[in-house]
């Protein structure tokens, strides 16, 4: 199986800040990469695919990047909406999740 | 649009056989794959299997051996039964489409609201 290591656990941001967060996969995943966005009882929705592709529907201010076996999203602008937990997901073989980041406001 | 909900029993005994149905509309099921997620409370996501739109099966290894996962496209249902419950199977399941992206892989681009399980004597 392939691991999927992500980071930081948690996250505090003020308004309007831009964060980062990591993944990084035990091989090489060809941009088999996902973002998903969890709020509190709710179930993950979509942010992006192949890496850095928009969903439709996602704001701008959401971005991935990366290659290989490493990767990132960046929200730019942080607004309070934004509050959740974030999954990086492989697809690239049978999926597997990173931990999940837990962004919380400062 | 796209929609999938997930149906089922909400408490189970050690040792039974859960039953979980997710009903798809919007899109069929001999075109797109469906996959069964699940997350323990307050923990992350766990691929449990896929059926795919041929209708062939792939399990995660961890669960295989009590997994089964089938359909019936006419009524645009997948289900998904797992034997042999024990209380670390509870959590939240969903189930969920997979879409082909532009480099040929298949995201999970579509949740439903999941099914929470407890597995307690």
């Known amino acids: 199986d392939i691991q999927m290591t992500q980071s930081p656990a948690s996250l505090s941001a003020s308004l309007g800040e831009t964060v980062t967060i990591e993944c990084r996969a035990s091989?090489?995943?060809?941009?088999?990469l996902a973002w998903y966005q969890q709020k509190p009882g709710k179930s993950p929705q979509l942010l992006i695919y192949n890496a850095n592709s928009l969903h439709t529907g996602v704001p701008s201010r959401f971005s991935g990047s990366g290659s290989g076996t490493q990767y990132s999203l960046k929200i730019n602008s942080l607004q309070s909406e934004d509050v959740a937990s974030y999954f990086c997901q492989q697809y690239y073989n049978y999926p597997t999740f990173g931990g999940g980041t837990k962004l919380e406001l400062k | 649009q796209v929609q999938l909900e997930e149906s089922g029993p909400g408490l189970m005994q050690p040792s039974e056989t859960l039953s979980l149905t997710c009903t798809v509309s919007?899109?069929?099921?001999?075109?797109?794959?469906v996959g069964w997620v699940r997350q323990p409370l307050g923990k992350g996501l766990v691929w449990m299997g896929t059926?795919?739109?041929?209708?062939?099966?792939n399990y995660n290894s961890a669960v295989q051996s009590r997994l089964s996962i089938s359909r019936d496209t006419s009524k645009s249902q997948v289900f998904l039964k797992m034997n042999s419950l024990q209380p670390e199977d509870t959590g939240t399941y969903y189930c969920a489409r997979h879409e082909r992206d532009n480099q040929g892989g298949y995201v999970m681009d579509a949740w439903g609201q999941g099914a929470s399980v407890t597995v307690s004597s």
């Open positions: 059926i795919w739109a041929g209708g062939s099966t």
């Open positions: 091989e090489d995943i060809y941009n088999g």
């Open positions: 919007g899109f069929s099921l001999t075109s797109n794959g």
